[in-house]
């Protein structure tokens, strides 16, 4: 229609040609249309529109008399350069193009296809060089031979490109991508700087751009199993865009041998769901399976549907120490619950009389021996200490300085139950132990004879409601699904005991509360919060085995809750060599930064200690690695791993100081690429189209050589064409002449 595209008209300039016989009869047609106007007797607005119609087509007609011209430019055969950049990554191996190809074997038939390929018609014009490019841009001979890279770094091939043709007549730049790249803000600088010198950048955007059934599994995690279980719960994250009307399986595996398959429904249109599969593992120790969501009718991307995950079901141990002031329900119940978790290793002294204390779960015959410790190389062996009903006159000042210690300093987690000698009821306002814990302790709101929860109605006791905060924490989540687990809460037997506070302390959360209701306002029930390196929590309740007692047998809510709440609890407190990432996945190839922390028989930061490890390799060969003492951080050791390929890997440390072992510390380590390519792998077009001098989807890259031969460069030769015989202006002066005749016929005119 217009006998040129956008980039000739943007790189030439428009030309007439002024005539003496073009002038007249210009003027004729204008003095026409001026007599016509006085000489009409129609009305003024519609003379006007009619005779400005007729005035527009006669103009369109005259101006082939002016000669109107484009003068475009031409680069100079072999005199200018263009750079031809491919993207090879991973997401290009996605078959979804028009017949089943792939977005590479796209790039390759826009490029080589004997009938409609560019390459032979660009060389004819200019001098081209290839690049390939994934994570780095490299020079190559043909896109044939490229093979796919882990990721897109489009900044990167940009980058080599004006490298390579800093100083020479560099024309334009042919890129073929999806656009999936992480440096979107370094890339479009680096485009913005091309347009700047003139060059342009021609881009083919390939793929889709909208994917109606895919199925990605985002995350998947493995923890320990809970209770008497072993094994592991593997916790996975799953989006699916499309409708889910029924279940759908998930199968784990091991190698190529699946080991284990179960259907879950998923919410579909868009929405994450986050699901748990326990997960009896076939072999002990450390091993890698890989967890796969089968995939959706239609579903053209399947690269996103399995994942690696590290399972380590070697026995861990969190050690809990509960100090009971008298034997009551809670105790036996929650004693129950964490004997019977294979994480948590359960000690307990209970008070029987005065002076006299009954011991449980000790590690020799002399630990605990006088009841609570009162050092530090007593306490501080255990992770986590909870105290149940017991008055603060039981400790010493300095034993509940220890307590406070053995928090802020051993990173120990601490919890105080409810019952009729805790809190302001036990008289701990003013002593250490009441500064490290999460609420403020009221004395005026001590009870002398406990709240008695019953309704005119015969019920009794008052709900326990998770707040939202409190439903998204680990250790409230009974079911990973969070309607599921709003569900089961709001399920639990109530409770009839509390113990009132004088409201949270800054920085402190609530997890649960009893709700606005007959028995008064609400009031916080579960309180966190961290303190110094470990973690404290005030239950100001003593009734929750009504939850093991008024549930079914089978019922496990009030067994998972504690296991999970205990573990938190323990979970901050260190080993005495820990090493301190939780990572468990490296890239391979990769520099990792590898921290051991060191302590005292205090859990104070120990410097000058020897610390070394074993690096086992998948292939079992090991390999020394020494850790230099970290001057910045106290008791901080550090060295750098590189895992050369893919595996299964374990460090081993043990710290020396003073010719004494201090601790030994192991972890696991899976190494695998992470190919984030296949994740929201749609073609990214309107961000393609924002970096383009001219955007082509690939029907459309045949008219990258003429715009390219189009282009201005310092070598060009112009050519003038001529621009009246354009169809449309034609077709523009036909239209305006039919419409100004239906016009008049309109209004009744000849």
């Known amino acids: 229609m217009l006998k040129f595209d956008a980039v000739q008209f943007a790189e030439g300039t428009i030309s007439l040609q002024v005539s003496p016989g073009a002038v007249l009869l210009l003027g004729a047609v204008l003095a026409v249309v001026v007599v016509a106007f006085f000489r009409s007797e129609a009305p003024l607005r519609v003379c006007s529109i009619s005779l400005g119609l007729r005035t527009l087509a006669g103009l369109l007609l005259v101006l082939p008399l002016f000669e109107p011209r484009l003068v475009v430019p031409e680069v100079v055969p072999d005199e200018n350069f263009v750079a031809v950049v491919v993207d090879a990554s991973d997401s290009m191996l996605l078959t979804d193009g028009p017949s089943g190809q792939s977005r590479l074997e796209t790039a390759r038939s826009v490029l080589l296809d004997p009938a409609h390929g560019i390459w032979n018609l660009i060389a004819e014009t200019f001098k081209v060089r290839l690049y390939i490019f994934a994570e780095d841009a490299t020079r190559a001979d043909s896109v044939v031979a490229a093979s796919p890279g882990n990721k897109t770094n489009l900044h990167a091939a940009l980058e080599r490109v004006i490298a390579d043709f800093r100083g020479l007549p560099l024309t334009g730049v042919v890129l073929i991508t999806d656009g999936n790249t992480a440096q979107r803000a370094d890339a479009a600088t680096l485009a913005a700087q091309l347009r700047d010198q003139g060059i342009g950048l021609h881009v083919i955007g390939t793929g889709q751009t909208s994917l109606a059934a895919e199925r990605e599994l985002i995350e998947v995690v493995a923890h320990k199993g809970v209770g008497e279980r072993t094994g592991a719960e593997i916790e996975v994250k799953v989006r699916s865009t499309a409708v889910e009307p029924d279940p759908v399986t998930f199968t784990i595996f091991d190698g190529d041998v699946p080991v284990f398959s179960e259907s879950r429904s998923l919410k579909g249109s868009g929405k994450l769901d986050q699901i748990a599969f326990f997960f009896e593992t076939p072999s002990a120790g450390t091993r890698e399976y890989h967890v796969h969501v089968e995939a959706a009718s239609g579903e053209l991307n399947t690269l996103n549907n399995t994942l690696p995950v590290l399972v380590d079901t070697r026995r861990d141990t969190l050690r809990v120490l509960y100090f009971e002031g008298h034997l009551r329900q809670d105790f036996k119940f929650i004693k129950r619950a964490l004997e019977s978790d294979q994480i ?388 523009m002066a036909v239209l305006l002449l039919c419409g100004e005749w239906y016009y008049r016929r309109q209004h009744g005119l000849r």
């Open 344 to 731: 948590i290793e359960f000690a307990s002294i209970t008070r029987t009389g005065t002076g006299k204390y009954y011991r449980q779960g000790i590690r020799s015959p002399g630990e605990l021996a006088g009841g609570f410790p009162s050092g530090s190389d007593a306490l501080y062996p255990f992770d986590a200490l909870i105290l149940g009903d017991v008055e603060a006159s039981t400790f010493s000042f300095s034993q509940m300085q220890l307590m406070e210690s053995f928090v802020r300093v051993r990173g120990g987690g601490f919890l105080m139950m409810g019952g009729r000698n805790a809190f302001a009821e036990g008289d701990y306002a003013g002593t250490p132990v009441a500064d490290m814990l999460p609420v403020h302790l009221d004395f005026t709101r001590a009870q002398v004879l406990p709240k008695r929860f019953e309704s005119e109605g015969g019920e009794r006791g008052f709900r326990f409601v998770p707040t939202s905060a409190g439903l998204e924490h680990p250790f409230m989540k009974l079911s990973p699904d969070p309607t599921t687990n709003r569900s089961l809460w709001s399920g639990m037997p109530t409770l009839t005991s509390i113990n009132f506070v004088g409201g949270t302390k800054p920085g402190a959360q609530v997890v649960a509360a009893k709700p606005n209701d007959v028995y008064g306002p609400e009031e916080p029930v579960l309180v966190i919060q961290r303190y110094g390196k470990g973690r404290t929590a005030a239950l100001a309740t003593s009734s929750t085995w009504r939850w093991q007692m008024l549930l079914e047998a089978e019922d496990g809510r009030h067994e998972r809750f504690w296991q999970q709440f205990a573990r938190w609890i323990a979970e901050s407190a260190p080993d005495r060599v820990n090493i301190g990432e939780n990572v468990v996945r490296l890239a391979p190839e990769a520099l990792h930064e590898v921290a051991v922390h060191v302590y005292d028989a205090a859990f104070r930061p120990l410097s000058g200690a020897t610390v070394e490890g074993l690096w086992r390799n998948p292939d079992g060969t090991v390999e020394l690695v020494s850790f230099v003492d970290d001057l910045a951080r106290e008791g901080t050791y550090s060295a750098p791993i590189t895992p050369a390929r893919e595996g299964v890997y374990e460090l081993e440390v043990e710290a020396v100081a003073a010719g004494e072992v201090v601790g030994r510390h192991a972890r696991s380590y899976l190494v695998r690429r992470q190919n984030l390519e296949y994740y929201d792998a749609t073609q990214k077009k309107d961000w393609l189209a924002s970096l383009a001098t001219v955007y082509y989807t690939p029907d459309e890259a045949a008219d990258i050589p003429v715009n390219l031969r189009s282009m201005r460069t310092s070598t060009s030769v112009y050519r003038a064409s001529y621009l009246w015989d354009m169809p449309l202006l034609l077709i």
